[in-house]
T-cell receptor, first 115, second 114 residues
Framework: KAGVTQTPRYLIKTRGQQVTLSCSPI?????VSWYQQTPGQGLQFLFE???????NKGNFPGRFSGRQFSNSRSEMNVSTLELGDSALYLC??????????????FGQGTRLTVV | GENVEQHPSTLSVQEGDSAVIKCTYS??????FPWYKQELGKGPQLIID?????GEKKDQRIAVTLNKTAKHFSLHITETQPEDSAVYFC?????????????FGGGTRLMVKP
């Protein structure tokens, strides 16, 4: 079974531009969460999607947005990029069983550098 | 919201020794506590998790303990090996129908010296 796939792996953007990152969850997983990882702030929750609906949102400005498609694939978008948005963006997927949710499986991340 | 604190931030041990990492959480509603290992250039990978109805869980050289009253949980690695060197993260969550939002601790860089 394929794991969580994130594309692209690396990205360099200029301040003020926008960027879209993609995440394909493990087949059958309908919950997709996004996290930002930086040396200073650690791993911080961005948002979670389930069945194309955003269910939770972290404490990030409105420049950060996302969506989920009917096949559970998810994208996140960051507009008007700032230097501080440079980070590793991680996507995780999970699956609901009769006993509750499975663990969150993480992708390898997209390394975004804003110059 | 939930706040998770993790100590120590770095830990150096000799191969074969034990390593202990501790975390505290603030939200008494949290009921799921996973531990992740992150190697360089990779995403976090779950190594063990525990739910609030269990006090201890063990998987070979790795064990986790949970004290709900004190709101803290710990990771224990015995007989450490060089391949255990990585960054370890604890996390807390309320695994209910509302979602799967994980709040992470700040991470512990474990170095196992051969």
């Amino acid at each position: 079974k394929a794991g969580v796939t994130q594309t692209p792996r690396y990205l360099i953007k200029t301040r003020g531009q926008q960027v879209t990152l993609s995440c394909s969850p493990i087949s059958g997983h309908r919950s997709v969460s996004w996290y930002q990882q930086t040396p200073g702030q650690g791993l911080q929750f961005l948002f979670e999607y389930f069945s194309e609906t955003q269910r939770n949102k972290g404490n990030f400005p409105g420049r950060f947005s996302g969506r989920q498609f009917s096949n559970s694939r998810s994208e996140m978008n960051v507009s008007t990029l700032e230097l501080g948005d440079s980070a590793l963006y991680l996507c995780a997927s999970s699956f609901k069983t009769g006993q509750g949710w499975t663990e969150a499986f993480f992708g390898q991340g997209t390394r975004l550098t804003v110059v | 919201g939930e706040n998770v604190e993790q100590h120590p931030s770095t830990l150096s041990v000799q191969e074969g020794d034990s390593a202990v990492i501790k975390c505290t959480y603030s939200d008494s509603a949290s009921n799921y506590f996973p531990w992740y290992k992150q190697e360089l250039g990779k995403g976090p990978q779950l190594i063990i998790d525990i739910r609030s109805n269990v006090g201890e869980k063990k998987d070979q050289r790795i064990a986790v303990t949970l004290n709900k009253t004190a709101k803290h949980f710990s990771l224990h690695i015995t007989e450490t090996q060089p391949e255990d060197s990585a960054v370890y993260f604890c996390a807390a969550s309320t695994r209910n129908n509302a979602g799967n939002m994980l709040t992470f601790g700040g991470g512990t860089r474990l170095m196992v010296k051969p």
